[in-house]
């Protein structure tokens, strides 16, 4: 069973403008963490932003916040005034307390930013 | 500078024709393994390994071998790689300590492999 959906494989954002990015999970573990990554053209995979099952506050880092409903098993992340440069495939992963060895990933969406 | 290495970074090779992919980490992690990415199904794990001599199966590790002999090095071999090979593969580290769930995985810049 798929354990990361991401139900947009592509997104169109307006420069300056704020985006949503989709990601909801399967897990019967209670406790659990949530990353989101970003993949510029150039392949790398970059960190942004972690959220713990347990943490009571929806994290944020700069520009990126996890939007982050337990009970509807959603973890969005948000990007506030979007630049040129966040246009690249963003992925959604979840790691389990059960099996903390992986780390599963979704499918990924692709945001293209517009000038 | 902390980084994951991986060479070579493109290949294209042959079916049948035995290859390896090299990783290394400078940061001293305990920690390693490898994904692969394909277009629709994001990073799937081939294998890990939790330490020196110690590896495991993830999701997807039919086709590939690995070995951790020294701490810093976690090679990925593909002894006779067939066209549904053909993939990105990443290899990452990290170090376990702290949160156990939230550390974070460093990534090697990617393997770009063409299997014909």
């Known amino acids: 069973a798929q354990k990361i959906t991401q139900t947009q494989p592509g997104m169109f954002v307006q420069e300056k403008e704020a985006v949503t990015l989709d990601c909801t999970y399967d897990t019967s573990d209670q406790s659990y963490g949530l990353f989101w990554y970003k993949q510029p053209s150039s392949g790398e995979m970059i960190f942004l932003i972690y959220q713990g099952s347990y943490d009571e506050q929806n994290a944020t880092e700069g520009r990126y916040s996890l939007n982050f409903q337990k009970a509807r098993k959603s973890a969005n992340l948000v990007i506030s005034a979007s630049q040129l440069g966040d246009s690249a495939m963003y992925f959604c992963a979840m790691r389990e307390a059960y099996n903390n060895n992986d780390m599963r990933f979704g499918a990924g969406t692709r945001l293209t930013v517009k000038p | 500078e902390a980084q994951v290495t991986q060479n070579p970074r493109y290949l294209i090779t042959v079916t049948g024709k035995k290859l390896t992919v090299t990783c290394s980490q400078n940061?001293?992690?305990?920690?390693m393994s490898w994904y692969r990415q394909d277009p629709g199904l994001g990073l799937r794990q081939i294998y890990y390994?939790?330490?020196?001599?110690?590896?495991d199966k993830g999701d997807v590790p039919e086709g590939y071998k690995v070995s951790r002999k020294e701490k810093r090095n976690f090679p990925l071999i593909l002894e006779s790689p067939s066209p549904n090979q053909t993939s990105l593969y990443f290899c990452a580290s990290s170090s376990r300590t702290g949160n156990a769930l939230g550390y974070e995985q460093y990534f090697g810049p990617g393997t770009r492999l063409t299997v014909t």
């Open positions: 390994s939790m330490n020196v001599e110690v590896t």
């Open positions: 940061m001293n992690h305990e920690y």
